[in-house]
């Protein structure tokens, strides 16, 4: 008869996309310590004795880059034997959309360093993070055809041709521009503001504000979004 290992650690991993001026890109830190020191992690750590997983990797979050997030979601429980040099360590990892010019980095703790990095230009990663991190951006591509997501990385206004390029970069291909708008507009998720934009020779383009009240309702109604 065998008997549950002791010796097994928790830890949780955060996962945070950014995106600005048409890129995507990934928080990360640099290792102060071994194992991986000096190299490119996800930030994270161990969960304490008196704290759930939701505090535990906000508390990491913080600690290691500067940054606050009003929401994470669970991503994958990551169990591999090998994963962790330093031992039986299994992770819970959660990913979040934040803009990155509203967040200044600071890092602390187990970092030297917190920095963005662009989704097609990343650094060699520590422990299993590739994996992860490539888990993560296949449930981010697939959940923005699904439930419009994307908002927290826009500008709190915005016109919406930044919001077709937002999923057109999201997705990795393009969308129909007048399919794309009517669906958007049928979910009345936007308001349009009295204030407009030059977006260059043409016309100025009208700016729009996310509806987070409209949103949270059509999700408890069982919202239905496809691109």
């Known amino acids: 008869m065998s008997f549950p290992n002791p010796q097994i650690k928790l830890t949780v991993d955060a996962i945070v996309f950014g995106y600005?001026?048409?890129?995507?890109?990934?928080?990360?830190?640099?290792?102060?310590?071994?194992?991986?020191?000096?190299?490119?992690?996800?930030?994270?750590?161990?969960?304490l004795e008196d704290e759930s997983l939701e505090e535990a990797v906000h508390r990491e979050l913080k600690e290691e880059t500067g940054v606050s997030i009003n929401y994470l979601e669970q991503l994958y429980t990551f169990g591999a034997v090998d994963r962790d040099p330093r031992?039986?360590?299994?992770?819970?990892?959660?990913?979040?959309?934040?803009?990155?010019?509203?967040?200044?980095?600071?890092?602390?703790?187990?970092?030297?360093?917190?920095?963005?990095?662009?989704i097609d230009d990343l650094p060699e990663l520590s422990f299993d993070h590739k994996h992860i991190l490539n888990l993560a951006i296949e449930r981010l591509k697939g959940k923005i055809t699904y439930e419009p997501i994307g908002f927290e990385l826009l500008e709190t206004?915005?016109?919406?041709?930044?919001?077709?390029?937002?999923?057109?970069?999201l997705l990795g291909r393009p969308v129909d521009r007048r399919n794309f708008r009517k669906k958007i507009n049928n979910l009345n998720i936007l308001d349009e503001l009295d204030e407009?934009?030059?977006?260059?020779?043409?016309?100025?383009?009208?700016?729009?504000k996310f509806n987070e009240k409209r949103y949270k309702q059509l999700k408890e109604e069982g919202i239905i979004f496809e691109i």
């Not at 190299?39 to 994270?44: S, T």
């Open 20 to 47: 600005n001026a048409g890129k995507i890109s990934i928080l990360l830190i640099q290792r102060k310590y071994d194992p991986f020191k000096g190299q490119w992690a996800i930030p994270g750590g161990f969960v």
């Open 87 to 118: 031992g039986r360590v299994v992770s819970v990892a959660y990913f979040g959309l934040i803009h990155p010019d509203g967040h200044t980095l600071e890092a602390s703790t187990d970092a030297e360093l917190a920095r963005w990095f662009e």
């Open 157 to 169: 206004k915005f016109p919406f041709s930044d919001l077709e390029k937002l999923y057109t970069t």
């Open 196 to 208: 407009k934009i030059s977006l260059g020779a043409g016309r100025p383009a009208s700016l729009f």
